[in-house]
């Protein structure tokens, strides 16, 4: 038998580290918020299986999102206004009874994460492929919101 001593003040210290970790991954989240919207990663969004890279490359932002084990016609992809809206429905085709189940991890049901960009997208210059269980949307900025080099004279 293994000894542990008694230290009442123990679970509050555990409290207080928790709630440390959870106030500087919320700065870090609003940090980024201005750019991709208030949708970025939460502890929810990282448990429901739908995660997303995203990231510019020369004036086109660029969204990988991991499905893996999903079919190409199970994805939801939809665009409006400055909104980009992924998902993907995993129906459950292994019926186990409960009391043969030894793990359960993999998550079934209808998943989706939308994301805000800094301007409004044009859907006719959004490309998206899907490949080995990866999404990737390409966006074109458009050309107001791109950079321009200006010549000095």
């Known amino acids: 038998m293994h000894m542990v ?12 580290e928790n709630n440390i970790d959870k106030l500087f991954d919320g700065f870090f ?4 918020a201005p750019f991709f919207g208030h949708n970025m990663m939460t502890e929810k969004d990282t448990a429901n299986g739908l ?4 990231y510019e490359k020369d004036n ?3 969204v990988d999102a991991d499905m893996p ?8 992809l939809d665009v409006k206004g400055k909104l980009v809206t ?8 292994n019926e186990v009874k409960d009391e043969h189940l030894y793990r359960k991890e993999k998550r079934y049901g209808k998943f989706e994460r939308t994301f805000s960009m800094p301007f409004e997208i044009d859907a006719d210059k959004v490309t998206a492929k899907y490949d080995n269980g990866v999404l990737k949307l390409e966006i074109e ?13």
Do not use: A, W
């Open 141 to 153: 900025k458009p050309e107001k919101q791109q950079k321009k080099q200006i010549e000095i004279s």
């Open 29 to 32: 989240n609003d940090f980024s």
């Open 5 to 16: 001593h008694y230290n009442p003040r123990r679970n509050k210290m555990q409290c207080k």
């Open 69 to 76: 084990g999903i079919t190409k016609e199970d994805i939801k």
């Open 51 to 54: 995660q997303v890279d995203i």
């Open 60 to 62: 086109i932002i660029v």
């Open 86 to 93: 992924l998902g993907y429905e995993r129906k459950d085709e």
